[in-house]
């Protein structure tokens, strides 16, 4: 059984950066595409990026400019950076595991497994 | 704002049949992928691909798509499903997207 532990700092003044890191345990890393995600207060949930075992990196475009997200296979381990944060980064973030392949009945992309998610504040 | 468009919210009375949809070009190539959160949880998978459901995830659920359009179906809804309910795929740049969520009230 796949798990996902996810941890890192809960609370940031505006213009750090945010920093945290999600373990795999129980599973292949390869094979699959690592994702953040976020979740606002009261609000949807916002892709943030996403890495795969060999590093490549896919990342939300609204985000791009503050974003490093980074992978350390001999830990199983991805990590996800965001600079210069103000009170509108104030979420719940959650990392998943991601699988997109392709059938006879055509493409397909889902999240099978997440983290417990870890609430994140910005004030001052 | 989402690329992939949800009715905030719908409701359905305990036992009957309920269908939230997902509509979005990035559908016309994509299966969407259906999660349900419950208040102060991670979301779940709950259907993906065509109409798959991930073990443990009950046979009421199903998947359907046509065009631009995905739906999940409960049938025979339980006073458990009442929850949000995300769908999600990629779109043509190859990102994931979102649908902002409909809140599920079961009556």
């Known amino acids: 059984q796949v798990q996902l532990q996810q941890w890192g700092a809960g609370l940031l003044k505006p213009s750090e950066t945010l920093s945290l890191t999600c373990a795999v345990y129980?599973?292949?890393?390869?094979?699959?595409?690592w994702s953040w995600i976020r979740q606002p207060p009261g609000k949807g949930l916002e892709w943030i990026g996403e890495?795969?075992?060999?590093?490549?990196?896919n990342y939300n475009p609204s985000l791009k400019s503050r974003v490093t997200i980074s992978v350390d296979t001999s830990k199983n381990q991805f990590s996800l950076k965001l600079s210069s944060v103000t009170a509108a980064d104030t979420a719940v973030y959650y990392c998943?595991?991601?699988?997109?392949?392709?059938?006879?009945?055509?493409?397909?992309?889902?999240?099978?497994?997440w983290g417990k998610g870890t609430t994140v504040t910005v004030s001052s | 704002s989402s690329e992939l468009t949800q009715d905030p919210a719908v409701s359905v009375a305990l036992g009957q049949t309920v269908r939230i949809t997902c509509q979005g070009d990035?559908?016309?190539?994509?299966?969407a992928s259906w999660y349900q959160q419950k208040p102060g949880q991670a979301p779940v998978l709950v259907i993906y691909?065509?109409?798959n459901r991930p073990s443990g995830i009950p046979d009421r659920f199903s998947g359907s798509s046509s065009g631009n359009t995905a739906s999940l179906t409960i049938t025979g809804a339980q006073a458990e499903d009442e929850a949000d309910y995300y769908c999600?795929?990629?779109?043509?740049?190859?990102?994931?997207?979102f649908g902002g969520g409909t809140k599920l009230t079961v009556l």
């Open positions: 998943a595991r991601g699988l997109s392949s392709r059938s006879l009945a055509g493409y397909y992309y889902y999240m099978d497994v």
């Open positions: 999600n795929s990629r779109d043509s740049s190859g990102k994931v997207v």
């Open positions: 990035s559908l016309r190539s994509y299966y």
């Open positions: 691909g065509k109409n």
């Open positions: 129980g599973g292949s890393f390869s094979g699959y595409y």
């Open positions: 890495i795969n075992h060999s590093g490549s990196t």
